[in-house]
């Protein structure tokens, strides 16, 4: 999830209340990224989606804050749902458990496995999911629900698909991977003649195992990789909402963490010329906590409003971090309505986020915490927001927004002399690695937003985002991030028709996307080769390439039927409608003789003969669903 130029690791996430850090399977640790999404869309009743101007009870986020609130439980008597797509089984159930209590809860779990193995694709991922919520209507004040999410997900090497140069280069390099996740949590909510208090506790965990051996031959004179690592933390937050006597809303309150990580690490690298082996163990454990209030009101008969807050975070990792006045986080926002059909909002603050725990708690060889010795610190970055909205109809409405972020303290990695924040999008783990906290970058531009609920018939949306995301060379000039698209454009439309069909189509474009050509010199190193089964990038020409724009068209179109007692709705999805080939950086894979074995340079045994390969990418995808409820 990419916002206004910001990395994957940026933005945080909630459901009722609770923090969520894993939102998708075969999540990249330390970041948010993952292909298939855990949370059953089915669930939720409503989404808060803030780019800027954070609540000042929301921390720990640079790029974005996203609140799902799910449905309660159906009152009157339970139902049930089974959904059969082209990857995925589904079960819900939804009802009362007692006269003041209702629960919805849901599994899944995929078979993307025998799909992908008749494909001959050699991965085979198996994802499993659950979500539930349950809550009970104590009386008219009173009302306390619980929670939760978790994922299983396991990823195997398919050895039987090598016959072409593209299979054989994934399996050279993509480890096996075994991952779960969980959060769950309690949330109290006590109401009162003016406003409400709230109490949440939580816990949320990681678990994440992987392993590689070069060739893929379990031997231990073949092993590249050996990882174990898991992230838990144990959650308590109290807020107060309220509306004074003066007309101010009024919210404040503190949150207590428990922070736990774990790593178990030996890993190959090939660093300046060098084959080194990384042997560590993190057992680390500390406390974060943190203060917050925020004020708002309405002023010249509520044609402005104006908001300000103030937040504090801090934790005993380092005596550095551990004194809040250091990540004092104020904002400002003021909104004021020209007329019932006009209006101008801005907003400003300082944010503060923590890097990844895999980058605090990386060792070296000798057991020292490295990048705490280096002065990690936490990662700010300051907002200035501007806008308009003009709305002419209830169901019609258009708005226009400039951005401007700056950040200070970004970890700077020591091995490949880039900037973390243009990191978290690859497979596996984010910021393990000896960093510097150092690096200053910027990200601006302006977002066009446009809703009409019946333009042609069609409920729409679309939006238009330019946007450059840039980071500072060490200190010199700055360089396209991994995320400086420029140019976004998205458009969603759907349609109720007679007869109970449903047509929805989505259609998006993204400029094309910044990347670093391979390293050549030290690719062709046998060493360095198989340390990794892959090339290394040239770090030395970062970012100077870019990629073609990429566009897509999915639709979908849905058909219920309703009896007396149960209703079926049959689906067909397609993705990628027109076919189109999305650009993407070559392969660089090992030249190989008829036997399939690696050619070795004649003119230096050190080195193998290297090519590119341009890979496919973009395929037509339809899938066709059933969901039964009764």
Same mark, same amino acid.
């Given at each position: 999830?990419i =916002?206004?130029?910001?990395g994957?690791?940026?933005?945080?996430?909630?459901?009722?209340?609770?923090?969520?850090?894993?939102?998708?399977h075969?999540?990249?640790?330390?970041?948010?990224?993952?292909?298939?999404?855990?949370?059953?869309?089915?669930?939720?009743r409503?989404?808060?989606?803030y780019?800027?101007?954070f609540?000042?009870?929301?921390?720990?986020a640079?790029?974005? =804050?996203?609140?799902?609130?799910?449905?309660?439980?159906?009152?009157?008597?339970?139902?049930?749902?089974?959904?059969?797509?082209?990857?995925?089984? $589904?079960?819900?159930?939804?009802?009362?458990?007692?006269?003041?209590?209702?629960?919805?809860?849901?599994?899944?779990?995929?078979?993307?496995?025998?799909?992908?193995s008749?494909?001959?694709?050699?991965?085979?991922?198996?994802?499993?999911d659950?979500?539930?919520?349950?809550?009970?209507?104590?009386?008219?004040?009173?009302?306390?629900?619980?929670?939760?999410?978790?994922?299983?997900?396991?990823?195997k090497?398919?050895?039987?698909?090598?016959?072409?140069?593209?299979?054989?280069?994934?399996?050279?390099?993509l480890?096996?991977?075994k991952?779960?996740?969980?959060?769950?949590?309690a949330?109290?909510?006590?109401?009162?003649?003016?406003?409400?208090?709230t109490? =949440?506790?939580?816990q949320?965990?990681?678990?994440?195992?992987?392993?590689?051996?070069?060739?893929?031959?379990?031997?231990?004179?073949?092993?590249?990789?050996?990882?174990?690592?898991?992230?838990?933390?144990?959650?308590?937050?109290?807020?107060?909402?309220?509306?004074?006597?003066?007309?101010?809303?009024?919210?404040?309150?503190?949150?207590?963490?428990?922070?736990?990580?774990?790593?178990?690490?030996?890993?190959?690298?090939?660093?300046?010329?060098?084959?080194?082996?990384l042997?560590?163990?993190?057992?680390?454990?500390f406390?974060?906590?943190?203060?917050?209030?925020?004020?708002?009101?309405?002023?010249l008969?509520?044609?402005l409003?104006?908001?300000?807050?103030?937040r504090?975070?801090?934790?005993?990792?380092?005596?550095?971090m551990?004194?809040?006045?250091?990540?004092?986080?104020?904002?400002?926002s003021?909104?004021?309505?020209?007329t019932?059909?006009?209006?101008?909002?801005?907003?400003?603050?300082?944010y503060?986020?923590?890097?990844?725990?895999?980058t605090m708690?990386?060792?070296?060889?000798?057991?020292?915490?490295?990048?705490r010795?280096?002065?990690?610190?936490?990662?700010?970055?300051?907002?200035?927001?501007?806008?308009?909205?003009?709305?002419?109809?209830?169901?019609?409405?258009?708005?226009?927004?400039?951005?401007?972020?700056?950040?200070?303290?970004?970890?700077?990695?020591?091995?490949?002399?880039?900037?973390?924040?243009s990191?978290?999008?690859?497979?596996?783990?984010?910021?393990?690695?000896?960093?510097?906290?150092?690096?200053?970058g910027?990200?601006?531009?302006?977002?066009?937003?446009?809703?009409?609920?019946?333009?042609?018939?069609?409920n729409?949306?679309?939006?238009?985002?330019?946007?450059?995301?840039?980071?500072?060379?060490?200190?010199?000039?700055?360089?396209?991030?991994?995320?400086?698209?420029?140019?976004?454009?998205?458009?969603?439309?759907?349609?109720?028709?007679?007869?109970?069909?449903?047509?929805?189509?989505?259609?998006?474009?993204?400029?094309? $996307?910044?990347?670093?050509?391979?390293?050549?010199?030290?690719?062709?190193?046998?060493?360095?080769?198989?340390?990794r089964?892959?090339?290394?990038?040239?770090?030395?020409?970062?970012?100077?390439?870019?990629?073609?724009a990429?566009?897509?068209?999915?639709?979908?179109?849905?058909?219920?039927?309703?009896?007396?007692?149960?209703?079926?709705?049959?689906?067909?999805?397609?993705?990628?409608?027109?076919?189109?080939?999305?650009?993407?950086?070559?392969?660089?894979?090992?030249?190989?003789?008829a036997?399939?074995?690696?050619?070795?340079?004649?003119?230096?045994?050190?080195?193998?003969?290297?090519k590119?390969?341009?890979?496919?990418?973009?395929?037509?995808?339809?899938?066709?669903?059933?969901?039964?409820?009764?």
């Amino acid at each position: 999830m990419i =916002v206004r130029g910001g990395g994957p690791s940026e933005n945080r996430f909630f459901l009722d209340d609770v923090e969520i850090p894993n939102l998708n399977h075969f999540a990249t640790q330390g970041a948010s990224g993952g292909p298939v999404g855990i949370i059953n869309v089915d669930f939720i009743r409503k989404v808060d989606f803030y780019s800027g101007a954070f609540p000042a009870d929301r921390g720990n986020a640079l790029s974005s =804050v996203l609140e799902f609130k799910q449905k309660d439980g159906n009152s009157d008597k339970m139902k049930y749902r089974a959904t059969l797509g082209a990857s995925d089984l $589904a079960l819900t159930l939804d009802g009362p458990l007692s006269e003041n209590t209702t629960a919805i809860f849901s599994a899944r779990r995929s078979y993307l496995q025998f799909l992908f193995s008749a494909l001959e694709l050699p991965f085979l991922p198996t994802y499993n999911d659950f979500q539930f919520k349950v809550r009970t209507k104590i009386d008219d004040k009173n009302e306390i629900y619980f929670t939760g999410i978790g994922a299983l997900d396991q990823f195997k090497l398919n050895t039987d698909a090598n016959d072409t140069e593209e299979q054989r280069y994934l399996l050279g390099y993509l480890p096996v991977n075994k991952q779960w996740s969980y959060a769950v949590g309690a949330v109290y909510k006590h109401y009162r003649e003016k406003g409400y208090d709230t109490w =949440v506790v939580s816990q949320n965990r990681l678990n994440n195992i992987q392993y590689k051996y070069q060739n893929n031959v379990e031997q231990p004179e073949n092993l590249l990789l050996d990882y174990d690592s898991y992230e838990r933390e144990t959650r308590f937050r109290y807020e107060h909402n309220c509306t004074a006597s003066n007309g101010f809303r009024l919210n404040y309150g503190g949150g207590l963490q428990y922070a736990e990580y774990f790593n178990r690490t030996y890993r190959k690298n090939f660093i300046n010329g060098e084959l080194t082996e990384l042997n560590y163990r993190t057992d680390l454990s500390f406390w974060k906590y943190s203060f917050f209030g925020q004020a708002s009101r309405h002023f010249l008969d509520e044609r402005l409003v104006l908001s300000l807050g103030l937040r504090a975070d801090a934790n005993n990792y380092s005596a550095q971090m551990n004194n809040p006045l250091q990540q004092l986080s104020p904002r400002f926002s003021a909104s004021y309505n020209f007329t019932p059909s006009l209006s101008a909002s801005m907003n400003t603050g300082r944010y503060y986020q923590l890097p990844s725990y895999t980058t605090m708690g990386y060792r070296d060889n000798s057991g020292t915490l490295v990048n705490r010795d280096n002065g990690l610190k936490y990662i700010s970055v300051n907002h200035y927001v501007a806008g308009i909205t003009w709305q002419p109809q209830p169901d019609r409405q258009f708005s226009v927004e400039g951005f401007y972020k700056g950040y200070n303290d970004y970890p700077f990695s020591v091995a490949d002399s880039v900037s973390l924040a243009s990191k978290g999008a690859d497979y596996g783990t984010y910021g393990d690695e000896e960093v510097l906290p150092n690096s200053n970058g910027r990200a601006y531009g302006f977002e066009v937003l446009g809703r009409d609920k019946d333009f042609l018939g069609f409920n729409t949306v679309f939006s238009y985002t330019f946007v450059r995301s840039e980071f500072r060379e060490g200190k010199g000039r700055y360089i396209p991030a991994s995320w400086d698209n420029r140019h976004i454009f998205n458009i969603t439309a759907n349609k109720s028709l007679k007869k109970n069909w449903d047509f929805g189509f989505k259609w998006r474009y993204v400029g094309g $996307a910044p990347y670093t050509p391979w390293d050549m010199e030290t690719s062709s190193l046998r060493t360095a080769w198989d340390a990794r089964g892959r090339g290394y990038l040239d770090y030395s020409r970062y970012n100077q390439l870019r990629l073609k724009a990429f566009h897509q068209l999915d639709f979908r179109v849905d058909k219920s039927y309703y009896f007396k007692k149960w209703s079926l709705m049959v689906y067909v999805d397609v993705q990628n409608a027109y076919n189109f080939k999305a650009d993407q950086p070559a392969d660089l894979v090992l030249v190989e003789d008829a036997s399939g074995s690696p050619v070795i340079d004649p003119n230096d045994p050190s080195r193998y003969e290297l090519k590119t390969i341009n890979p496919e990418s973009g395929t037509v995808l339809p899938t066709i669903g059933i969901m039964i409820e009764f």
